[in-house]
């Protein structure tokens, strides 16, 4: 089965790995994604990729941390694109088509939860920049917060084939992975 993990930044997404990982009976693959290189084929070769790589494991069990969800959102969000759709559609066919067994979770925090995070960040970043200049960096991730929540949730009821799991609190691993073979 492979876990995609998705959420904003700074709401608990590598903790829930770690939780998922440890209460999971085996060795679990597993991947962070960032922006996807430039110089692919296709925009979602890289997890492709890495399917080929958790195929070449031997694990049973993997778990992406972030994944096409977050590229089709923040493709749209940061580079003022369409998302690629319909290479959304087509990947998720490939994954459908060779007897992939996916289930989003989707780590849903509300911001005065993940402000405090972003804020440390910030001000390890920018150290000796003026207030405004961290000011508008918070009220930027502030905004990439409420809408990369509103669009994920929108992923997971109108585009993904696959089902979700929306954690709003805390949930233990043990009923998150029973929920998830549920769905399968």
Not at 14 to 21: D, M, N, Q, R, S
Not at 144 to 154: A, C, G, P, W
Not at 166 to 171: A, F, H, I, N, V
Request: aromatic fraction near 12%; proline fraction near 4%; hydrophobic fraction near 40%.
């Amino acid at each position: 089965m492979l876990f995609v993990v998705s959420g904003p930044d700074r709401v608990g997404k590598t903790t829930l790995i770690k939780e998922i990982c440890d209460a999971i009976d085996g060795e679990v693959f597993v991947q962070h994604h960032s922006a996807p290189p430039r110089d692919q084929e296709n925009i979602l070769d890289v997890y492709r990729e890495a399917i080929d790589t958790w195929d070449l494991s031997g694990f049973d069990h993997a778990i992406f941390d972030r994944a096409w969800p977050c590229t089709f959102i923040l493709e749209q969000l940061r580079n003022r694109n369409s998302g690629f759709l319909d290479d959304v559609i087509d990947f998720e066919m490939w994954l459908r088509q060779h007897g992939r067994n996916v289930v989003h979770i989707g780590q849903f925090r509300p911001w005065w939860w993940s402000a405090p995070h972003h804020l440390q960040e910030i001000n390890a970043l920018m150290g000796d920049k003026p207030q405004w200049a961290k000011r508008g960096e918070y009220m930027t991730r502030m905004q990439e917060h409420e809408q990369y929540s509103q669009q994920l949730v929108e992923f997971y009821n109108q585009i993904t084939m696959f089902p979700s799991i929306k954690l709003y609190e805390d949930t233990s691993a043990v009923d998150l992975i029973n929920a998830a073979v549920e769905l399968c």
